[in-house]
């Protein structure tokens, strides 16, 4: 829908072999770009870039931490475009969450100076609703209070800060997208994975769902391929810099109404679900305007039916292959 071939011709994806960055790659060398994925691989995989070997020397996969300046450094020479993905997972916050302000905060100072000094034309940072915290009204758009109540949430916004401070500061052509409840093919289904892939592999698995809270929790569940359209959409568009954007798809489906959904597409409706007490700082209810990305002229595409068949395909598949390997 976007192509950035014509503006661009060299990027780098950090977190590129993770759920959403590997996605991002695939269509930037779709484009024509030469593109290079730095990764740490503690989230993403190898296996998320493996199709891509046939792009050759358009493509370079590099093993290397945005906590490490000097080694990330040289990395950004001769780059366009940033598209900066890598993140630590909201999962494991509360257990670590000094690695998490390492990563999200420091990290993303890392990958802004590095990309300063190269002369990098474009900054595009994923971001997330978590910045919010408790929300306030509804539909919650970008100028609603930010106080998160997540040690995630906090060090996201302050790597929110840092890139405003460099529009601020330096001038640099920045854009922040906040993420909400993105799913697709690719995504972690492991138990700290994303609630669809979850949901997803236990169904096929015959095991019982499990819920934390009573599942009237609403989420704004938004398609892989859009949140890579909206990265794309904001790398083209040039009259705006330095600002914030919601990236959810505006879909409102409560966690009961997705375990209902995934049961009745896999046939095992009888399936337990089994509910838990509420996870600490989670948001009960989401209902997220995506009015200001829509006014630049941004369109979510993916309906949520079509997307979650998309991605239980997706898994059905994988887990099949895995099995003819066990």
Same mark, same amino acid.
């Given at each position: ?24 790659? &695939? ?52 780059? /366009? ?18 690695? /998490? ?158 375990? /209902? ?12 679900? &089994? ?52």
């Amino acid at each position: 829908m976007y192509s950035l071939g014509n503006k661009f011709k060299k990027a780098l994806v950090t977190g590129g072999a993770g759920f959403i960055g590997s996605h991002i790659v &695939e269509d930037l060398l779709g484009d024509g770009l030469e593109v290079i994925s730095i990764d740490n691989y503690s989230a993403g995989k190898k296996e998320n870039l493996a199709h891509l070997i046939n792009w050759g020397q358009k493509f370079k996969e590099i093993k290397a931490d945005v906590r490490d300046y000097k080694n990330l450094r040289p990395y950004l020479e001769g780059v /366009d475009i940033v598209f900066h993905q890598a993140v630590s997972k909201n999962t494991i916050c509360f257990k670590d969450p000094a690695s /998490d302000l390492e990563i999200n905060a420091l990290g993303t100072l890392n990958v802004l100076t590095a990309a300063r000094e190269a002369g990098v034309k474009k900054f595009v940072h994923a971001s997330t609703g978590s910045v919010y915290g408790d929300t306030r009204y509804y539909p919650s758009d970008e100028e609603h209070p930010l106080n998160p109540n997540s040690f995630y949430g906090v060090s996201k916004l302050a790597a929110e800060k840092y890139v405003r401070a460099f529009h601020h500061l330096y001038g640099m052509n920045v854009n922040i997208l906040r993420y909400y409840h993105v799913f697709g093919p690719r995504q972690d289904y492991s138990d700290v994975g994303g609630v669809v892939s979850i949901f997803g592999r236990r169904a096929f698995q015959n095991l019982p769902l499990t819920i934390y809270g009573d599942g009237t929790q609403l989420r704004s569940f938004t398609f892989v391929k859009d949140v890579v359209n909206a990265n794309k959409f904001l790398a083209l568009t040039d009259d705006v810099s330095g600002e914030a954007f919601n990236c959810a798809s505006g879909v409102k489906v409560t966690i009961k109404e997705l375990a /209902d959904a995934i049961l009745k597409y896999f046939g095992k409706e009888t399936l337990p679900i &089994e509910f838990q007490d509420w996870k600490p700082g989670d948001i009960k209810y989401f209902n997220v305007s995506h009015q200001k990305i829509a006014d630049l002229g941004f369109k979510f595409q993916t309906s949520f039916e079509e997307g979650l068949a998309n991605t239980l395909e997706w898994i059905i598949g994988y887990l099949e292959s895995m099995k003819k390997y066990a």
